[in-house]
């Protein structure tokens, strides 16, 4: 089995700055894909970074320039630096972690998600 396991959220002003972070256990073989989700609510759960095992970045449009995201292989864990922050950012945010079980399978866990809020 697999932990994933978010921490860092919390509530900020308009302009402010969050960082997340999250930490994979468990019987890995290796991670391939970190990547954070937001859930606001009446919405769809919606990427708003990734970062491959060999440091490809991709983020959201409404985050680029934001929003930073950043992965220490050998500790299993990724992070997500947010600065400017805005009311629309407010969400559940996940982390969501592809890891390889066997040299041939990927398996994708999901943590359970730290509330962000933006004030305006």
């Known amino acids: 089995q697999v932990q994933v396991v978010e921490s860092g959220g919390g509530l900020v002003q308009a302009g402010g700055s969050l960082r997340l972070s999250c930490a994979a256990s468990?019987?890995?073989?290796?991670?391939?894909?970190m990547g954070w989700y937001r859930q606001a609510p009446g919405k769809q759960r919606e990427l708003v970074a990734s970062?491959?095992?060999?440091?490809?970045?991709k983020y959201a449009d409404s985050v680029k320039g934001r929003f930073i995201i950043s992965r220490d292989n050998p500790k299993n864990t990724v992070h997500l630096q947010m600065n400017n922050l805005k009311p629309e950012d407010t969400a559940v945010y996940l982390c969501?972690?592809?890891?390889?079980?066997?040299?041939?399978?990927?398996?994708?866990?999901w943590g359970q998600g730290t509330q962000v809020t933006v004030s305006s």
């Open positions: 969501n972690v592809v890891w390889w079980a066997t040299a041939h399978r990927t398996e994708r866990t």
């Open positions: 468990g019987s890995i073989f290796s991670i391939n894909d």
């Open positions: 970062i491959t095992s060999g440091g490809l970045t």
